[in-house]
């Protein structure tokens, strides 16, 4: 009896151990949940101070606590560009802000309309007589683009600054898949339809160089232009045109070249920085560590300055990232996702809709469901605005065909009106191996597909027909939307990509603005005077766990890139070709129907990897045709 009542006593501590264990686990979750929440009580008098350690992006993605846990690469900070700018301008007008202070260290970039965006916001509190300060190790384009509009650019002794401009090389494994036995069966409509190209060649065709040199060239023009207008004293051609001489010049030292060159305007470290704007904004009273000072974050600012909601309901739907099958998202254009977002917001008294596509496309059956839910408010007969950001093509552009009008900036990349599907066979390794495979047909699909054995002519015969089909589907969508002939849409379509300059002039966007602007127009449109509406972003998270794992994550999940030297940014671009290696992977092998997405369009600086919803060719092909 004394030895069963001791093993009672200890399971009955071990008990009450576990649960003290979960009490203390649970309340330490509670104060983490409520501390991860910003508060306007921690607002203070001072700078505005914007560590942007990360990438700016149009829509945040929802951390996976697992994936953020075991990855190897870390999750990179997120800052919707939307927040950056109204933060900018609330602290244009608000005595409490003595100046706006931005440090670049890590930060990885966000695309031109994002850039062009913000710097745009900055120009506008200069205006209003509140200094802006910039500081990095090393500046690159897009952190280049910020600061141009600062006031004072500050750069560390050991860094520097580079412009490399637009474009580059990718990968392309015909060669490779030949050897591999691996037989790429590729289905395609357009001339300048390049996503497919990697898996058969081994480089560029023509038509696909010609348009990419035109497309980022036009980029790199607005890119000069916008610069150049910001910070006349960058001395461009010499930067760009002779940059080995540039830094020679220097003797190799990348921070003087930088200096002489106009891109920056002083050197120092961090502590000297932030003496600098001590002497304009004053110390920090609560932490008298050498190089702080007075300052306010982004996160309590945003608090304290919450978005109007007087007035009718502007609702705005977000289409961002790759558009795949399923509910994906945030981040990624889950199809289902925000058509049911859209659906939800038909019980709401919207006075007008406006989309915003920041998108390179993906799948065709996720992009028509999208399109479905947007003309199901048009139905209802309210205002339907576009807005594109960096991105609008492919996918993006499908989703945008029932707009009553189309907003983009001259440096958005657009159009790719084009369609494709890829599907690898394996009948050559299989012989390789010694593996065969036979047996007996009632017709020419049974058995099919077959990934071992390979295709019949009337499969392959099939599945381009589809994709011609696919494709007259999106030459009649586009023809429809704006008042064209499917000749006419043909001509500017056959996959070729835009900038958006020479969108609006062929016709295929409106006019020039950002999201304001689209907002506006369909406020007029819905006949609401200035004050009697107010914007809602619908679907945003509201998830508090998700401002917990970004808060317990930190800033040391950023990404590499631009958060050391010129050599970081070296090992960062090495990383990145790892990168689209794996997504090339997975776009060859991955289960996808067909494709209206937009290889040419430049990368968004956020690593994503969609994953479609799991079902087979045979039945996306089926769902197409009978729509």
């Known amino acids: 009896m004394g030895f069963a009542r001791k093993v009672w006593h200890l399971l009955v501590a071990v008990k009450d151990g576990l649960s003290l264990l979960f009490l203390l686990l649970f309340f330490g979750l509670l104060y983490s949940v409520l501390t991860a929440r910003p508060s306007p009580a921690q607002v203070r008098d001072g700078a505005l ?5 990360g990438v700016v992006v149009e829509e945040k993605s929802e951390i996976n606590p697992l994936d953020a846990l075991f990855s190897d690469n870390g999750q990179p900070q997120e800052y919707q560009v939307r927040d950056l700018v109204r933060a900018i301008e609330t602290a244009s007008r608000d005595d409490r802000i003595k100046a706006i202070v931005l440090d670049m260290t890590k930060f990885a970039g966000g ?21 802006v300060l910039t500081y990095a190790v090393a500046y690159t384009d897009d952190a280049m683009m910020l600061a141009a509009h600062a006031s004072e650019v500050w750069a560390d002794p050991l860094g520097g600054a580079v412009i490399a401009g637009p474009g580059g090389s990718r990968l392309y494994y015909g060669d490779l898949l030949k050897r591999l036995k691996i037989n790429a069966r590729v289905y395609k409509v357009g001339t300048y339809k390049s996503a497919v190209e990697p898996y058969f060649r081994n480089d560029m065709s023509d038509p ?48 003087q070249a930088a200096l002489a060159a106009g891109m920056v305007d002083k050197l120092g470290d961090r502590t000297r ?18 190089g702080n000072f007075a300052h306010t974050d982004l996160e309590p600012w945003l608090a304290d300055n919450g978005p109007d909601t007087s007035g009718k309901t502007i609702g705005v739907v977000t289409i961002a990232g790759e558009i795949v099958d399923g509910d994906a998202g945030p981040g990624t254009a889950g199809g289902d996702r925000i058509a049911a977002v859209l659906d939800d917001a038909l019980d709401k008294d919207l006075a007008a809709l406006v989309v915003r596509v920041d998108s390179p496309g993906g799948s065709v059956m996720a992009s028509e469901v999208i399109r479905r839910a947007i003309l199901r408010h048009k139905a209802r007969g309210i205002p339907i605005a576009v807005s594109m950001a960096n991105v609008a093509a492919s996918g993006g552009y499908w989703v945008s065909t029932p707009a009553d009008r189309i907003f ?3 440096e958005t990349v657009t159009g790719s009106i084009g369609i494709f599907a890829v599907i690898p066979t394996f009948e050559n390794a299989a012989k390789e191996w010694g593996v065969g495979a036979d047996g007996v047909r009632t017709t020419p699909l049974s058995g099919q597909p077959d990934l071992v054995a390979g295709f019949t002519p009337e ?24 008042k064209m002939t499917n000749d006419q849409v043909d001509t500017i379509g056959q996959g070729r990509v835009w900038d958006g300059g020479t969108a609006r002039q062929i016709g295929l966007v409106d006019q020039y603005g950002g999201v304001e602007d689209a907002v506006a127009w369909a406020a007029t449109q819905a006949k609401l005077a200035n004050g ?10 509201t998830d508090p766990y998700q401002a917990l794992i970004r808060s317990m994550l930190g800033n040391d999940s950023a990404p590499v890139e631009g958060s ?22 997975h776009r060859l092998l991955g289960t996808r129907g067909m494709q209206v997405y937009c290889l040419e369009c430049p990368a968004s600086p956020r690593a994503q990897t969609a994953q479609t919803q799991p079902g087979s060719w045979f039945s996306a092909l089926a769902k197409m045709l009978l729509q």
């Not at 101070?49 to 350690?53: G, I, R, T, Y």
């Not at 031109?112 to 200069?126: F, P, S, T, Y």
């Not at 980022?216 to 006349?232: D, F, H, I, S, T």
């Not at 704007?277 to 609560?286: M, P, Y």
Request: glycine share 6%; proline share 3%; aromatic share 8%.
């Open 273 to 290: 920085f932030g003496e600098r704007v001590a002497e304009i904004v004053g110390n920090d009273t609560l932490d008298d560590t050498l």
């Open 49 to 53: 101070l914007l560590q942007l350690d």
């Open 208 to 255: 696909a160089r010609e348009n990419y040199q035109a497309l980022y060239g036009a980029l790199w023009e607005e890119w000069q232009a916008n610069v150049k207008k910001a910070r006349p004293q960058l001395k461009m051609d010499l930067v760009t045109k002779t940059p080995a001489e540039w830094v020679a010049a220097s003797k190799g030292d990348l921070a």
């Open 111 to 131: 695309g031109q309309v994002h850039m062009q965006a913000i710097g745009e916001a900055l120009d506008r509190a200069k205006a209003a007589n509140k200094p």
């Open 532 to 541: 009697d509406w107010h914007v809602e972003y619908m679907g945003e998270d």
């Open 408 to 410: 983009a900036e001259p």
């Open 459 to 482: 499969v392959d015969s099939i599945l381009q027909s589809a994709i011609e089909d696919g494709y007259r589907r999106f030459l009649n969508r586009v023809a429809q939307s704006r």
């Open 564 to 585: 050391q030297d010129m050599f970081a940014l070296v090992a960062a671009r090495e990383q990145a070709m790892g990168d689209q290696v794996a997504g090339d992977l």
